[in-house]
């Protein structure tokens, strides 16, 4: 196979491992589901049951079933939105908020809409 082009710098994701997200685009536009894993390198992410494709796959040793399975795909970060808890589920964007002083400063994620910690 040839070689994949390298992805430039690794970007700071945003986002984590289950957050509850919404689809903004594509055919799953709407979609609700849960962040399984986040791959900063391609500044993607593997929602739930979102992005769903069908598999063929071959009968193996380790793998006792052949056939068709669903697989959930990485999807661009940038297509999903983080839901706010305290505003019934909409979708917001991460702002962050520092507290304490010193060395003692944590940076906590929060709504962009309401300040409630995410
Ligand atoms: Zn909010």
Redesign the pocket.
């Known amino acids: 196979m040839s070689a994949r082009h390298q992805v430039r710098a690794r970007t700071k994701m945003k986002l984590r491992k289950g957050d509850r997200v919404q689809v903004l685009s594509g055919k799953d536009r709407g979609q609700t589901g849960e962040i399984m894993r986040v791959i900063p390198a391609t500044n993607k992410v593997i929602v739930e049951r979102v992005n769903v494709v069908k598999k063929h796959q071959r009968q193996t040793q380790t793998r006792v079933k052949g056939g068709i399975i669903d697989k959930d795909m990485p999807m661009a970060a940038s297509a999903v939105a983080i839901l706010?808890s305290?505003?019934g589920g909409?979708p917001?964007r991460i702002a962050y908020r520092f507290e304490g002083t010193g060395d003692n400063v944590r940076k906590i994620r929060v709504?962009r809409?309401?300040g409630?910690e995410l």
Do not use: S, Y
């Open positions: 706010c305290k505003e909409r917001t709504c809409h309401c409630e």
